[in-house]
């Protein structure tokens, strides 16, 4: 039997551990010449950054990459490996390459790309370029505008007064040009190229010309921009008909003709003649497309009743010095007959010509009515701020005294009294928003007037605000009232706000306007007569008690285009006062009704007279003896003045007559403010949120929505809209 010294055992087994302890020290100590760990990081690759239109484009770069290595470019979610030249440069055509991992989401317009290149070795070190944010694409160009600027009314006829040599053009620069992008303009015969510099991005706009077509004919400019990638923008374009002739023609005619009134504008332009014998400016009437249970009907200013001077009939000689017309002096004037058209009245550009107070609208006896003819021509004949004015700021009987936003300080005035019409601001005239029908190339079709010429219908081409400036959310965005018509959650708010509302915070900011007419006073001889702090009479025998005020704010209303008005012998009755003469037809509860928004008014009160027992609102006859033979501006008795109404008007008047209450709406649209002047400047809310701002009730909310109001069961509640 062999017996196993344990003690040598143990020593061996003790041996074979240090031997193989000593050989792995000796390995990791590269005793022996044994290989080392690797931890240097290959060298940082490069990425070029550029811009392109190029939905695949090309992308290049640097990277140092030695045998073992491996250059990835990642990109839009796919990775590519990549190899580069013999000097270090590498190139990746996103349109051919395959990528060896991930997927490549399809580049887009306006996007920025991250572009990571990294290198990676044997040993699993890598480096990646430190750039970010590499690769943009971009395949769009903004358009610049074109604008014949020779063309100074912006009417599209360049005329003999405008035209100076060659035709000036004005391109405006988009926001986004830069100096080095291109202009290309043309006239379709001569192209010009501009590379714009710095001063010209800073001035927004470059200018050239272009040599003239020709006396009757027209020049179309167009302008492209070329951006520094070679997009190119859609084509802006401008055009104007070259014509002296208008100016000289009539001057040319009226140096040998003697004008003979209408006659002599009709021996060339009897077309025209017909066409105004259609318009509510010459009929004061027409399809009532706009009352509220009337649509289909003839109505307008001749059967209309207001508490101004209470309506047309047996009173037309008065009324009628603001009639497009000549010898309306009663009901059975001949519509149809166009030598009684005043075409003067609209076309003089002179600034001279006016018509007598008490004629039936025929002229001022003191007009050269010859000079006036021979001035039609200018301005391309086109209706002057004055021309206009002159009648619808005198409407009611005196200046400013029925609207409230038209005075006769539009005729000249700054922007800080109104935007559009100041002569440092826009100076438009009022055909520039309450324009014709026309042709797409802007001849004219009708002489149908944009608006509401006699309370109920749209005849021309009526601008809206957007059609300038822009949908409500897109003009504020970006603006310090911005908040106001987008909320937090970007959902809609004050979708339902005219523009007028807050761009309009008053009227009668220059000429005071009247707001109330008590007719009951009238008949007393005062003496000294009272008048109001900017100097205007607060009485008159003829027309009774007056209230002027200046810097009005307008009362706010909803509106859909509908109106409910009292008409003769349609629904001239009443029950309640006061009496609603004219109001916005919309319930203001309903808000199912899209239409309908928020609009302000001018609110007029007034105290007139009725019949006592029949409730009807009477008219008087008040001017002259054509209308019967007891005028009360003449006998200054109501009773008599009514009977000489009631038979032209067919109404019926029990003998007994009182005095009612009437309240009165109308539209404001003009007399916008500075933006710096508007309501809601700098999101304040206070200027129709305070208590007593708003006349909430009237448009549908219990209260005031900030204190918890509510607008309609189950509806928004305070603080939502």
Known sequence: MNIINYNSRFKLVSFIWLLLATFTLLNISGCGGSKSTDTTAPAVPTVVSQTTNDLTPVITGTATVVTGEALTITVSGATYTVVPDGSGIWSLDIETAVPSSGSLTAMSDGNTYDVTASVTDAAGNSSADS??????????????????????????????????????????????????????????????????????????????????????????????????????SAAATDSALVDSRLVEAHKTYFAGNLYDGTK??????????????????????????????????????????????????????????????????????????????????????????????????????????????????????????????????????????????????????????????????????????????RTPAGDQLSHGIGGMPFHSVEEGNMKQCSDCHGDTATVHEGKDVGNLFVSNSGNQRHERLACQVCHIPAIAKEISTKTDWDWSTAGQDIDPIPLSPDGRPTYDKKKGTFVWETNVRPVLRVHNGKWNKVMINVND?????????????????????????????????????????????????????????????????WDLAIKDGVASTNQVYSGEYEFVDTEMLLSVNHEVAPAEESFGKGGDCTACHDDGKVDWTSLGWTDNPFTGGGNGPGTRTGGSQ
Not at 274 to 283: E, I, S
Not at 383 to 403: E, L, M, T
């Open 131 to 232: 750039s970010s944010g590499e690769l943009i694409i971009d395949t769009t160009a903004m358009a610049p505008t074109v604008t014949i600027s020779e063309d100074t009314d912006n009417n599209g006829v360049i005329s003999g007064l405008e035209l100076s040599g060659d035709i000036d053009v004005s391109i405006g620069l988009p926001t986004s040009a830069v100096a080095g992008d291109t202009i290309t303009v043309t006239d379709g015969t001569t192209p010009i190229k501009i590379i714009l510099t710095g001063a010209q991005i800073l001035a927004k706009s470059v200018t050239t010309t272009f040599a003239s077509p020709g006396d009757g004919s027209t020049i179309t400019v167009s302008a492209t921009l070329t951006d520094a990638v070679l997009n190119v």
């Open 264 to 437: 002599s504008c009709l021996a060339c332009h009897q077309d025209i003649g017909d066409d105004v014998l259609k318009t509510g400016h010459w009929n004061w009437q027409g399809i009532a497309s706009n009352i509220e249970g009337y649509e289909a009907e003839v109505h307008g200013k001749n059967d209309l009743v207001n508490n101004f001077c209470v309506a047309v009939p047996t009173n037309e000689g008065r009324c009628a010095q603001c009639h497009v017309g000549y010898d309306y002096v009663d009901k059975d004037y001949d519509f149809g007959n166009a030598e009684k058209i005043d075409c003067l009245i609209c076309h003089d550009q002179t600034d001279t010509y006016k018509k007598a107070p008490t004629t039936a609208g025929n002229p001022d006896p003191t007009v050269d009515l010859l000079a006036v003819a021979k001035s039609v021509g200018e301005n391309e004949g086109t209706p002057q701020r004055i021309n206009c004015v002159i009648c619808h700021a005198n409407a009611g009987g005196g200046d400013n005294v029925k609207h409230g936003d038209i005075s006769t300080a539009l005729k000249s005035t700054t922007r800080e009294f109104d935007v559009h019409m100041g002569t440092d601001g826009e100076n438009l005239t009022c055909v520039a928003c309450h324009d014709v029908k």
């Open 573 to 637: 009755k009443y029950v309640t006062t006061p009496v609603q003469m004219s109001a916005p037809a919309a319930d203001p509860s309903d808000l199912s009704d899209t239409s309908a928004m928020i609009f302000p008014f001018k609110l007029m009160t007034g105290k007139q007279v009725a019949d006592k027992n029949n409730k009807t609102m009477l008219v008087p006859h008040l001017f002259g003896k054509t209308g019967g033979e007891n005028p009360y501006w003449g006998v200054y008795n």
